[in-house]
């Protein structure tokens, strides 16, 4: 059933029947657990795992035992043990090494079997069954026995509310990649084969969300490719690729840059702007698209997001503003007014930075200070709790310095605490002796000692430590990253069809109708309401996608002819065509004949106890000898 129907062409199916619904999943899950801890006893790190004794005693034996063609579900149940299996590496310390290997291993063959999948299915069929792997929605008690269920009155509740609807709230294993931090499995070449389809739109899907603030579920769509050529011109759908949100994000963010800019320009203490009023409106579209992409999938994966924290902090700044601001045009005082204005001007130094990580999301840098951010954040949290002692025995001396002198405010022992801190002026330390004449300066001397010099230096350290891990493995972060854009850019909820700040209307015009209409009529108001909007977009799309999306040729070119034929003439002349040795390259790039493969074939009998290798145990049972022999044949012949 993956593969009927392989071209969508943009038409979808009013809930079509779910082609996974007879998996054993939770047979699966709990058949990878018993095996995974029968094979691992000692800790290991990933680099061991690879070894290539680990790797023919463990790792080849599993993935021949788990590999099903007919069984695309056993990727998401190894990821689903490795989720576990980092959960008790948290909660059993007696266990934690061990359980943490274990979490490596199922990553390490659940990338083995999804190459495997990639090996065994070229083209484009290949590519969709690969697509079902990672994004089609799995349940972990599915077909589960019915004692299961019985026997747990919550889990029978939760499977009756969701035999209701036949999709549910279910997962995917990109999704458990992204929430388990599986790097080395999401920058495999089989992942980010399917990963870039789904970001440019060649692959087409229906994600479930958490969440929908408006739900339009009257059609869902499988698992499809998508050919724009057989799909209308005002596809409303494709204003929910990642790549066209990506992109559209990015104009939004630059209409709102705008409109900030020219509100702090044009700002007027006593009266309202037009610029100002384009930015309460619009800044709350910007805000409310950002709340729903929280929704949509989560706080956990919108938080791996590379700008998530800075779009929280605006989203911050902007409800402070708007909070002061008609608090101030409520009681007609121009002084709330300008702190409304000066609280928004806070904004700046967040706004421009948000615009260089939305263009360079690939950048090391941004990489790298996103993740340090974190670890900046959690010490200086645990640092001020601490500290925080020092300041109430400061202050509580100083309460007894005599009647003739007043106590020292809180306020300015703070000050001088943090100078220190930071180490910027030693005001503290000189008026150390005005808390106490022996206890002060020990406070004070001691703060110095743990805040100035040993926070810092932890602070150092840690910092140049995630960096170091970052920049050791930049392809996997990046690749990672990748992924999350990926995945949080595929949307269900119909408010993303919305740009702001229609998104407003649409929630206030759309959603009260939602319990007044059908879901099929409510569909109709919807889709209408979106091509209407959107027409100028979807019509670029459309003709962009008919020439470009798949590149559709009567006679497809070889690599090779391709690479030729995008060269310059300056290319040709300089390092090109006339290259001295180009030969060494055409001899790899012509393909091989038949009779020749077939030869070779026939003289090279030696190795095919190589080749009978990756078709042991399952694959033998399941491949009829042909498709074995077609195997073997493709395998051998993959330099053409």
Known sequence: PMQDGAIAGGLAYVNPANPHAGLPVYKTIHRIRRLIIASIDDPYSLEQLMSP?????????????????????????????????????????????????????????????????????????????????????????????????????????????????????????????????????????????????????????????????IPDHYKHKNVSLYDPRKAPMLNHYRLIVPRTRSILECAQFLLLLTIYIFTMISRNRGQITTWEILWIVYGFGWVLDGFSSMCEHGWHVYSQNLWSFLDVTVSIIYFVYVIVRFHGWALNDDGIGIQALDVLACAAPIMLPRLAFNLMPESMLFISL?????????????????????????????????????????????????????????????????FHLILGPILMISFTFL??????????????????????????????RRAVITFEGAKSDAIFAYMPP??????????????????????????????????????????????RLWQHRKT????????????????????????????????FDVDVPECL???????????????????????????????IEELRRRRFSAIS
């Open 502 to 547: 229609f998104n407003i209307a649409a929630v206030v015009l759309l959603l009260p109708f939602r319990f007044i209409l059908t879901p099929r009529w409510f569909h109709k108001i919807h889709v209408t309401a979106v091509r209407v909007l959107n027409a100028p977009i979807l019509i670029l799309i459309s003709i962009y996608e008919r020439k």
């Open 451 to 480: 805040g100035n010099t040993l926070f810092l230096t932890i602070l150092v350290s840690m910092l140049t430590n995630t960096f170091g891990k970052i920049a050791a493995d930049a392809n996997a972060e990046i690749q990672f």
């Open 53 to 213: 004794r680990i790797n023919v005693n463990i790792i080849r034996p599993l993935v021949d035992r788990l590999y099903d063609p007919k069984d695309i579900s056993v990727v998401y149940c190894l990821l689903v043990n490795r989720a576990r299996f980092m959960k008790d590496q948290v909660f059993l310390a007696h266990h934690q090494t061990v359980n943490m290997t274990r979490a490596s291993l199922c990553e390490l063959l659940a990338t083995r079997v999804l190459r495997r999948f990639n090996e065994d299915n070229p083209g484009r069929n290949g590519l969709l069954v690969m697509a079902n792997i990672l994004v089609s929605g799995f349940e972990p008690f599915q077909n589960c026995p019915d004692d299961v269920l019985i026997s747990n009155r919550h889990l029978l509740n939760r499977y009756l509310e969701r035999s209701k609807d036949s999709r549910g709230k279910t997962t995917n294993a990109l999704e458990l990649a992204i929430l388990s931090e599986a790097k080395h499995f999401v920058s495999a070449t089989a992942c980010q084969r399917v990963i870039e389809s789904i970001y440019h739109g060649r692959v087409v899907y229906t994600p479930n969300s958490l969440f929908d603030i």
């Open 370 to 434: 996103r993740a340090m951010m974190k670890d900046f954040l959690v010490l200086t949290g645990v640092a001020i709790w601490c500290f925080g002692g020092f300041l109430l025995g400061m202050a509580w001396l100083s309460r007894w310095r005599g009647a003739e002198e007043d106590p020292i405010p809180p306020i300015l022992i703070s000050k001088w605490m943090l100078w220190i801190w930071f180490g910027l002026d030693g005001t503290g330390i000189t008026h150390s002796t005005d």
């Open 556 to 587: 497809p070119l070889h690599a090779s002819q391709l690479k030729r034929r995008n060269e310059s003439i300056l290319t040709a002349l300089f390092g090109g065509s006339f290259q001295q040795h180009r030969d060494l390259q055409d001899v």
């Open 597 to 627: 493969i077939q030869e070779l074939e026939d003289e090279d009998t030696l190795d095919e106890g190589v080749f009978d290798v990756g078709f042991q145990n399952t694959r033998e049972r399941s491949l009829s000898p042909g498709k």
